[in-house]
């Protein structure tokens, strides 16, 4: 499992709604809304 990292959701890679590839690393998402929120401001949520 991987972190949603806009809300905090356990998301599972293969039935993720979204991913996204930032600095090298792949992020997963539980929805397409929070998919947009990553991608409006990444840094918010990689720290
Ligand atoms: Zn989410």
Known sequence: MER????????????AAGSIEHNGKTYYFCSAGCQRQFEADPAKFTG
């Open 4 to 15: 949603d990292p806009v809300c905090g959701m356990q998301v599972d890679p293969k039935s």
